[in-house]
């Protein structure tokens, strides 16, 4: 009897082991699968993070530049502005020029709430193919102007931090 219950407890430990082999391979498979959809999930996540960020930056450009072809369209207006106040300053009619000033500031005011700046551009600063047009160049009346801005002969304009228009010069060489 004592060896029928030594069977019956081998018996019962073999199968309580392979009972707990089995769990623990289940354990094991249940624990890789979760490890699995953990990294999947990690992945899509950082994916939806990279998704938010990229349409984010993306409407933030698209602000600063959906008025990038109204202000472009506008620069002409503002340049016959300025040849207008050029003139009527020859011609010292100071109620004429009070008006068109008026409405030359409001509406460069207007533009520059907009993000546009001039570039400030001097006679004798080096030239920049970067930064510049050059549309002509000349013989340099001084040594010194050799590779530098002689004139301005166009105002340029940034908007944002892009260059809309290029300055228009004369560079001596």
Do not use: C, W
Request: aromatic content about 6%; charged content about 35%; overall charge positive.
């Amino acid at each position: 009897m004592a060896k029928s219950n030594s069977d019956k407890d081998k018996k019962s430990t073999a199968k309580k082991k392979k009972n707990q082999d089995s769990l623990q391979v289940k354990i094991d498979e249940l624990s890789s699968s979760v490890e699995k959809e953990k990294n999947q999930f990690l992945r899509l996540f950082a994916e939806f993070e990279n998704y938010k960020k990229r349409t984010s930056k993306e409407r933030l450009e698209l602000f600063k530049t959906a008025s990038q072809d109204l202000v472009t369209a506008l620069l002409p207006v503002l340049d016959d502005f300025e040849r207008a106040l050029a003139e009527i300053k020859k011609s010292e009619r100071n109620d004429q020029l009070q008006g068109i000033e008026l409405i030359y500031n409001k509406l460069f005011d207007t533009l520059q709430n907009q993000g546009l700046t001039k570039l400030e551009v001097n006679e004798g600063d080096g030239f920049d193919a970067e930064l510049h047009e050059a549309i002509t160049q000349i013989p340099a009346p001084k040594e010194k102007l050799k590779g530098k801005v002689i004139d301005v002969v166009g105002t340029g304009y940034k908007l944002g931090e892009k260059i809309i228009r290029y300055p228009k010069v004369v560079v001596g060489n």
